[in-house]
């Protein structure tokens, strides 16, 4: 027998409640302001049917570009075929969130500007470049106190 095509085909584990989740939406959801241009993240809420996104923008990550008293509008990117097509989605506050994917990097520029501000009261140079993790120094491994151990498969054994 062939699977259903329906708008929520396929939605089985994508949009039940998290564990110790369930019941209505928490009143704390509906306090959270959204500005346009605010980067959130798109997760669909089971309790809430209205205004709920298809399952395709379930996980996804998009612009604010309107605001509603109940709801708000996203920009989100689809790739069809070879090009990316903007994709406009009204969504209720219920399954939306602030996303914190800009979170470490706003983080890096605060840190970088008070790195900045104290050595040039110094008046010397810093770099600010992050740097990738370098391989670990050589060392040698001295056997005085740690011998050599020889590691063998354990015969199989078939007794009960």
Known sequence: M????????????????GFK???????????INYHVGDIVDIKANAAQQKGMPHKYYHGRTGIVYN????AVGVIVYK????RYIEKRVNLRV??????KCRQEFLDRVKANHDAHVIAKE????????RIPALPREAHTVSIAQNAPQTIV???YETYI
Request: aromatic fraction near 8%; charged fraction near 25%.
């Open 94 to 99: 219920e399954h939306v969130r602030h996303s």
């Open 122 to 129: 110094k008046g010397e140079r810093i770099n600010l470049r």
């Open 21 to 31: 989740e369930h019941g209505p939406v928490k009143l704390s959801t509906f306090l």
């Open 79 to 82: 790739v069809v075929g070879n």
């Open 67 to 70: 605001v509603t008293p109940s």
């Open 2 to 17: 062939p699977h259903s095509f329906g708008y929520r085909a396929r939605t089985r584990h994508m949009f039940k409640r």
């Open 153 to 155: 498969p354990v015969p």
